[in-house]
């Protein structure tokens, strides 16, 4: 009795393990199996031009050339960066369409399309395969162009910041110009300045009482007024000495002030040309 119990375990420990070599062997025969379907090579979108902001599509073809129902999973990549995925089902000797959407973004891109997943679907049962047996399981890489739309207010921006961006050069060159025109204009205008005569000193000044008064004498002695002579002499080189000081010292306050000079010289050459 004993025996036959252990032999009746033995023959369950055999049939499973029968089964399980089976199972095994299915599983890495469907591994190891070509998938006759694959991914076609192009890709392309639901318009030809694309803007920014823009809601495309981008398709890629499924070609299943065998006699199986596959099950799929497609992802899609912009740049290499996955946008979205879809499950499939291709029918046998069948070319599906596959789609995700994208919402672009200016500049150059390149878009893909694979096969993330894939089974066979048959009656009840899905058997898993795997996607390096596909003909091809990507698309390549198809770059698209994103046409960045300029717009009002991107405009007025730029046109601000280029105002911006000249009046302060304006500015700053303008300053460093007026400060080295007012150095030069000092200079000048204290050079003006020393081109002044200075005033003599009258003779009578720098007499002492009683020279002065031994002049009187001499005059009245000889009939002619000495004081009144020197006081007239000194009095017209006083008179001249004056007048060009008082010019040089006039040339001067223009040449300092050389920015309101330049302000009447232009009012009155606008005035005598639109008048």
Avoid at 49 to 64: H, L, M, V
Wanted: glycine content about 4%.
């Amino acid at each position: 009795m004993q025996k036959k119990s252990i032999f009746n375990y033995l023959i369950i420990v055999a049939i499973l393990f029968f089964i399980f070599s089976i199972k095994t062997f299915a599983e890495t025969a469907s591994s190891t199996t070509q998938i006759n379907a694959e991914v076609l090579t192009n890709i392309w979108y639901s318009t030809t031009t694309i803007n920014e902001n823009d809601s495309i599509n981008i398709y890629a073809g499924f070609q299943n050339h065998s006699t199986k129902n596959l099950s799929l999973t497609a992802g899609f990549f912009v740049d290499d960066v996955q946008i979205g995925k879809a499950d499939y089902v291709a029918s046998p000797k069948s070319l599906i369409k596959l789609s995700a959407t994208y919402t672009a973004v200016k500049g150059g891109h390149t878009a893909q399309a694979k096969i993330l997943d894939i089974a066979e679907v048959g009656g009840s049962n899905i058997d898993k395969l795997s996607v390096d047996n596909l003909l091809a399981k990507e698309s390549e890489k198809n770059g698209f162009n994103v046409v960045h739309q300029i717009t009002q207010q991107e405009v007025i921006n730029t046109a601000k910041e280029i105002v911006n961006t000249v009046a302060d050069t304006v500015s700053k060159t303008t300053d460093s110009v007026v400060k080295n025109i007012d150095t030069q204009a000092e200079k000048l205008a204290t050079y003006v300045e020393s081109l002044k005569t200075p005033t003599e000193v009258s003779s009578l000044d720098s007499k002492t009482p009683t020279q002065i008064a031994q002049d009187k004498i001499t005059g009245k002695v000889l009939g002619i007024s000495t004081e009144n002579t020197n006081n007239t002499q000194n009095s017209q080189q006083n008179k001249s000495f004056s007048i060009i000081n008082i010019l040089l010292d006039a040339l001067a306050f223009i040449i300092r002030h050389w920015i309101w000079t330049l302000a009447v010289v232009v009012v009155v050459v606008l005035f005598f040309t639109f008048r």
